[in-house]
């Protein structure tokens, strides 16, 4: 039987100082279907999506909701319409519980006389957390929390308001395998419900996996919407990028050399114990484990951000003491966070500026620090053309970017150093497939030019595909180590999971 439309989106169309970021798109969502939502950075999805939540206006076209046109001056227009939407990054009050987070803006239902019953609503959240299947601290301020919870709490928040239509964004960009599989269970179990979910990710794995439905973008135009059970991930990728992709993982096979860099017994009380590795000239060294197993702090140890309780780490056979990230920086490390918006890029500076900013001291005059510009520009140049990143000009600030850009960039920024050792944590979180093949390409360059790269990633077929080595983590151990052509996805999954 055919399902009864929910949402009906009509040749909408959004410019942004002449430029347009929507040209005359449509989007349909049944009722009680899931329905993906793919594009490269920048194809006009979130646009799409703050447009249909009231975040954004529109310059023409329609929404329909439940066959009735609808138009929202704010986002609370949306939710009293039965519309919310979990951002991919999170919109959660830090300060507040997760039981406050949770019915911010609902506190009448446990008010009495002007006075809100906390107990009543942290009951509540405990109910509503138990239902999803969720085991989450209610009564945890959200700053204590990790990335991942945040990410559950948005989506029991978004239960609570009774929502006929969830738009996720990103929704799995911070959860492990495991709690993408309950986040899954959730959305399976709404939509049984006849809630509508538009499920936007980058992960065409995910897409196939979860939605009945997907609709494609590309640069501000609708491409078309199929049926999963009729398409394939190789249809899917042509039709996002509107070309052929010469391998995702495009493997360079490199000339390996001798260790940059050995560790040996590196600890930290309480969150990793013991973890020794090294990694060699013109190496990809992958990480792989499940989120919590400690692979970013003993990265973040390394690298001078975290302290060592105990442990030793040499470059090049010299034993080194890092105590902090300019040690680091002076030894030959780069390091790309995982955390690209709070740990990466200066949201408010320019391209340029985030790019040039661990070099500032190599372009100032030796008398006064005056910045010679001309010799920074030059090299801020030299490096957006090789890491090819799309901005309009150095100037323009750095989170106007798509995600890529951002990435890109702040990759760059460590490659102006000329680093002996890249740890990439995460490089290609939350970045559309293209983009993901870009930074895969310079990877190759980078390890043909005979830097080591340590790369840290939750999605084991990137490990597979770039990496020479591979290291699993577990629980902050080190539990296992083979070459490329001994790894398989069962083989990694055995030991990650114990």
């Known amino acids: 039987m055919e399902r009864e439309t929910l949402l009906h989106v009509k040749n909408v169309s959004k410019s ?3 430029v347009k970021a929507l040209d005359k798109v ?14 490269e950075n920048g194809a006009g999805k979130s646009t799409l999506m703050n447009i249909i939540f009231g975040s954004l206006p529109r310059d023409e076209g329609e929404i329909l909701l439940q066959g009735r046109p609808v138009s929202f001056a704010n986002p609370a227009d949306a939710i009293a319409a039965g519309i919310s939407m979990i951002h991919q990054e999170t919109r959660l009050v830090q300060q507040f ?55 559950l709490i948005e989506v029991a928040r978004a239960v609570a308001t009774k929502a006929k239509l969830i738009i996720m964004d990103e929704p799995t960009s911070s ?36 939605c009945d439905r997907v609709s494609i973008y590309r640069d501000g135009k609708y491409i078309r919407t199929s049926d999963i059970a009729e398409t394939s991930a190789e249809e ?68 001078g951000i975290d302290p060592l309780d105990r442990g030793e780490i040499y470059v090049e056979g010299r034993k080194v003491a890092i105590k902090h990230p300019s040690d680091a920086v002076r030894l030959g ?31 100032c005059t030796r008398a006064v620090h005056f910045i010679r510009r001309r010799q920074e520009n030059a090299k801020v140049d030299e490096t957006i053309r090789m890491m090819q990143i799309k901005a309009s000009s150095p100037e323009q600030r750095i989170d106007s970017l798509s995600g890529g850009n951002q990435q890109k960039a702040i990759i760059g920024r460590w490659i102006m150093t000329n680093p002996k050792i890249l740890i990439l944590d995460e490089p290609t979180r939350g970045i559309d497939v293209g983009s993901k093949s870009e930074i895969h390409r310079l990877m190759g360059e980078f390890v043909k030019q005979g830097m080591a790269v340590i790369l840290i990633s939750s999605e084991l077929p990137e490990v597979l595909g770039m990496a020479d080595r591979i290291v699993v983590m577990r629980e902050g151990r080190a539990v296992f180590e083979c070459d490329r052509k001994d790894a398989t996805q069962e083989l990694i999954g055995k030991y990650a999971l114990g």
Do not use: Y
Not at 26 to 39: A, C, D, F, Q
Not at 136 to 142: E, G, N, W, Y
Not at 346 to 353: D, E, L, M
């Open 236 to 303: 899917i990728i042509r039709a996002v990028v509107g070309r052929e992709l010469s391998g995702i993982f495009p493997k360079v096979e490199a000339e390996i050399g001798e260790p940059v860099l050995e560790v040996r017994g590196l600890t930290r009380q309480g969150v990793f114990e013991d973890v020794s590795f090294s990694v060699r000239k013109g190496e990809i060294l992958g990480f792989s484990g499940l989120a919590g197993a400690g692979r970013s702090e003993v990265m973040q140890a390394i690298f």
């Open 16 to 18: 942004f100082l002449g």
């Open 26 to 39: 449509s989007l349909e969502v049944k009722k009680g279907e899931v329905h993906g939502v793919i594009g």
């Open 175 to 210: 959860l492990s395998e495991r709690e993408v599989a309950a986040l899954f269970k959730i959305i399976r179990s709404l939509a049984d419900q006849g809630v509508s979910i538009v499920f936007i990710s980058h992960k065409i794995d995910e897409i196939i996996q979860i």
């Open 97 to 151: 519980t997760a039981s406050e987070n949770i019915w911010l803006g609902a506190e009448k239902l446990f008010s009495s006389h002007g006075f809100t019953d906390n107990k009543k609503r942290d009951a509540a959240s405990r109910e509503l957390l138990s239902s999803l299947g969720l085991e989450l601290p209610s009564d945890k301020r959200v700053c204590d929390v990790s990335a991942a919870q945040m990410q």
């Open 333 to 363: 490390f780069g390091m790309v966070t995982e955390d690209r918006l709070r740990k990466g890029i200066i949201a408010k500076f320019s391209v340029a500026s985030n790019i040039s900013i661990v070099r500032l001291r190599d372009f």
